[in-house]
């Protein structure tokens, strides 16, 4: 059985379909990359999946019907979402963003514990863990978002456009962190722009156009497709 299954998802927004019968799924231990141009619906598929809007489809994760849970729920079931547009709480400082990702562990210590984890991956944050979010920098704010996720040790982690908007040495960080979070036993379903680098560390990938489901390959087969690549990646395969 999947982690993930997702099967015939539709999200309309106002009468306006945003994904129609999208099916994907993520296997335990996989990186998936789910790419697509803007609009293409990714973000709406990833809060789809979170409980966050309303759908038509099923979505499955770990074998439990994720249709009869709430938002919470689903966090606790092991499902963490670090959200497009580095949404921190800029009044708060780094560790207390921390702290609340970790809202659904009860045991101090553990807290403690996945504090530590999250700043040994991310040392910038530990240097500024009192210091306000909404004065990070963009890249900074990037990370805390990841590490806010990854406070409740998510089975899968939906990491929604991590590298959007940040300097080139900062994306190699983040890339970084996924694969090693992934080598220890995390999940991850990445959503990107950037095509090329996420299908580079992606098992598998999916291309949403339009709402629909356009193409589903190993990341190495996707890399390899002459219409991803021209529509994509920016390049045709023989450059
Ligand atoms: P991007 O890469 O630009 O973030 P995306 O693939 O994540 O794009 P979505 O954000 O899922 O795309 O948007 C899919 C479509 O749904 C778009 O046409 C968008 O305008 C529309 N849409 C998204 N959110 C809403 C909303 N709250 N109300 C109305 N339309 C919406």
Redesign the pocket.
Known sequence: MSLLEVKDLS?S??G?R??RDVSLRVEQGEIVALL??????????L?AISGL?PYSGSVIFGGKDLRKCSPDEIVRLGLGHAP?GRRVFARMSVRENLELGAYTVRSKAEVGDRLAFVVSKFPRLEERLNQLAGTLSGGEQQMLAIGRALMSSPRLLML??PSLGLAPIVVQTIFGVIKDINERGTTVLL?E?NARQALRIANRGYV?ET?SMRFEDTGAALLENPAVAEAYLGTTVSS
Request: overall charge negative; proline content about 0%; hydrophobic content about 30%.
């Open positions: 999200v927004y106002g306006i945003a994904v697509g141009s803007n609009g293409a619906g990714k973000t709406t598929t809060r809007v497009e929604d456009e959503v722009q949403l709402g």
